[in-house]
């Protein structure tokens, strides 16, 4: 989702009213998603990255994220009129303990939908996601073999991978998705800014001019209409891993 500043920049607005509207593209953007079947959507709401920015502007940002989630659980929002269950992708550990609470509760008030999944990246970036999946899989299978040594049970063999691709994959943030059909990244950026490294390899990048508070349904339709196009291909790419 980029470009809010931009936006926000481009028509002297405000500091934050780009990232409100751009809050307002997204809105409309999911339900065009949800009416056309699109399962599994994900967004990048907040980079690790970020925190990087001053003080008072990821303070303005914590303050429109804990804003927006209230609003996810109120009965009348999009997840509960779609059946989204909500999943918040990251190291949610760096967040501020009312935002951190307040994911956890969308996610728990959520967890028995089952129509559509919605997972924001928040305190995210791909690297860490990696970093993350390794260590665990590391301290899963330490206790694995202290386990059975403790038990007399364990043989090496220098001839077995003792971590394997799997484990990896089952530690990612994003393991309870499948790897995405379509990348979008707004205003004519054609970087993935560490965004899902991992399961892009086969994805469809697209990147319109437009800045995300701008973006619409004309861009929506001739994505999906793009992707068709090369779907065939991209499914035999994916076969051949």
């Not at 996810?72 to 009129?81: A, C, F, G, Y």
Request: aromatic share 12%; hydrophobic share 40%.
């Amino acid at each position: 989702m980029d470009g809010n500043r931009r936006y926000t920049k481009r028509w002297n607005l405000m500091q934050g009213a780009g990232h409100k509207v751009g809050y307002s593209a997204l809105m409309s953007m999911l339900k065009y998603c949800y009416e056309l079947g699109v399962r599994y959507v994900t967004i990048y709401a907040f980079s690790i990255d970020n925190f990087k920015r001053t003080p008072e502007e990821v303070q303005s940002l914590m303050d429109l994220m804990l804003d927006k989630i209230e609003e996810l659980l109120k009965d009348e929002s999009i997840v509960n009129r779609y059946g989204i269950r909500v999943y918040f992708s990251g190291n949610l550990k760096l967040l501020n303990e009312p935002v951190r609470l307040a994911a956890e509760r969308a996610m728990l008030a959520t967890a028995k939908n089952s129509k559509a999944v919605l997972s924001i990246c928040v305190a995210y970036t791909s690297t860490n996601e990696i970093l993350h999946a390794v260590r665990e899989s590391c301290e899963e299978k330490w206790d694995e073999i202290t386990l059975l040594n403790s038990s007399g049970g364990y043989e090496p063999d220098e001839d077995v991978n003792l971590i394997k691709l799997t484990d990896i994959e089952n530690h990612m943030y994003m393991a309870f998705a499948p790897d995405p059909d379509i990348i979008i990244r707004t205003s004519g950026e054609t970087r993935l800014s560490n965004f899902l490294l991992w399961q892009s390899a086969n994805s469809y990048l697209y990147s319109p001019s437009v800045l995300w508070p701008e973006i619409g349904f004309r861009q929506f339709l001739w994505v999906i209409l793009n992707f068709q196009r090369i779907r065939v291909y991209l499914d035999k790419k994916r076969k051949q891993l």
